[in-house]
């Protein structure tokens, strides 16, 4: 069974960083992506970042390039989003999901493997 660990999260001020980790296990072969997805409070769900685990690709949300960066760990099994100079807009629960068709695109549909999440909270 495919399974996605995320943690990482905490309370941080404007300014200053957090790495998110994101642990998954369980697939049969190494052609998916991982994205990273937030949901703010009162707002849906949004992409930020994604990684293709067979050639390494990324993509970016605008908002957060030049501040974040995904990479990936293929022996650990461990996709990471470093945040750089956060902001209060990044205040969200940030998920990791998993397109086993490894397309690496924003939109939720794509992804049908969901971690439960875990809290940032970027204070001003």
């Known amino acids: 069974e495919e399974q996605l660990v995320e943690s990482g999260g905490g309370l941080v001020q404007a300014g200053e960083s957090l790495r998110l980790s994101c642990v998954h296990s369980?697939?049969?072969?190494?052609?998916?992506?991982i994205a990273w997805f937030r949901q703010a409070p009162g707002k849906g769900r949004e992409g930020v970042s994604c990684?293709?685990?067979?050639?390494?690709?990324?993509d970016y949300i605008e908002s957060v390039k030049g501040r974040f960066t995904i990479a990936s760990d293929l022996a650990k099994n461990t996709v990471w989003l470093q945040m750089n100079n956060l902001e209060p807009d990044d205040t969200a629960i940030y998920y990791c999901?998993?397109?086993?068709?490894?397309?690496?695109?924003?939109?939720?549909?794509?992804?049908?493997?969901w971690g439960q999440g875990t809290q940032v909270t970027v204070s001003s």
């Open positions: 999901a998993a397109d086993i068709w490894g397309s690496c695109g924003f939109q939720e549909y794509l992804y049908n493997v």
């Open positions: 369980g697939f049969t072969d190494d052609d998916y992506a």
């Open positions: 990684i293709r685990r067979r050639d390494g690709t990324t």
